[in-house]
């Protein structure tokens, strides 16, 4: 450990003495620096969760994470452990107790959350790689947010041991990187495959997502849509949700926030910790629902599974806008925020109710703050996106 903490300017990283280890001295990624969200374990180094009280009320991990020590064997070098929301609780990245960490692509905005520092790290080029976790859509929107690549793998494929757990059936982890072919490569390693040569021959395109966007947004993806379109096929149109977006977000709202609440009920009984307002709200909130409630919301879970496999063959992939507009204002007051995060979570609750993978293209932007498009494919066929995101880079 330094006995003095490296400067920060992006707020990017945990306070206090720098994380930094050495990963194997050959391997695919040998030299690719890496920053870890402080929601998964390094071995000796506290994971904080955000939260003064969670870090104060666990010990230090003795192993690593399962992708922390997949990465270092591949050769990666750990730079920093890096900010989140609150025990993964938020999606704009603003933080109580540790603050919001810079977003370079637009630096009066907020980063996105939960991955707020692993996004901020990147994009500012603090690291080359950094790890998030994606429960209702923490890597995604950070990484729309940042003009970033980011992955929400396939529910379940990676292993999640070491990782703080939210909500285990919408738990995921993924990466963002700043360019595709490094983002393909760590794929490669993560899932022990290699990224195809051949792609998707039919693109579907999501019209309700579309609309769903503020104006603008849509009007600015049209160029990489088009591009998109370019290097698979032309774009057909189809609803995603045909029972609307907001219903399902509501009933992933519904069982990710019951999940939370059962998650964290053990420690908020025994250490009444201090937490954000909004966050201890959530909470709350997740508590109360009903079994009634919980079923009706498992059977739309059901539904939107359903409608994902039927639209999602192999060889086919679909595109919709990641977050229905760019980043937020910083500093934004309580009562603004929360109908934001509402219209954000209704292009993201697919993820937790359907566990298929997405990964986010850079490089649209509205009045100057990035806004990406969106990629989803059948379960388990997450490199499919990764070679999309290699050829949809090497066609710019």
Known sequence: MSDQPPHDPLDAFVPGPRCTIAGAASGPLAGVTLAVKDLIDVAGWPTGGGNPDWERTHPSPARHAWIVARLL??????????????????ILGENAFTGTPRNPAAPDRVPGGSSSGSASAVAGGACDIALGTDTGGSVRVPASFSGLYGIRPTHGRIDFGGITVQAPSSDTVGWFAREAGLF?????????????????????????????????????????????????????????????????????????????????????DAHNPRMAF??????????????????????????????????????????????????????LPLSELGFLRERISCLTSHGGLAGMPQVNLPGATVEGAPVGLSILAARGHDETLLAVARAFAAAC
């Open 278 to 331: 909004s966050v201890a709200r959530g909470l709350v909130m997740g508590s109360m629902f009903t079994d009634h409630e919980r079923t009706r919301a498992a059977l739309m879970r059901e539904e939107a599974r359903a409608r994902l496999r039927h639209l999602l063959p192999l060889g086919t992939i679909l595109a919709m806008p990641t977050t229905p507009f760019p980043a937020p204002r910083r500093g």
């Open 184 to 268: 393909a490569r760590v794929g490669e390693v993560v899932f022990g495959t290699s990224v195809p040569t051949v792609l998707p021959t039919r693109l579907l395109v999501a019209t309700d997502a579309f609309g769903f966007a503020d104006p603008d947004v849509a009007a600015a993806l049209q160029p990489i849509l088009a591009r998109l379109g370019s290097i698979v096929a032309p774009g057909e149109e189809v609803t995603l949700a045909p029972q609307g977006l907001s219903v399902w977000q509501w009933a992933q709202r519904v069982l990710q926030s019951s999940e939370a609440a059962r998650t964290f009920a053990p420690w908020l």
């Open 73 to 90: 064997e591949a050769g990666m070098r750990i730079v920093g452990k890096t900010a989140t929301d609150e025990v993964s609780l938020g």
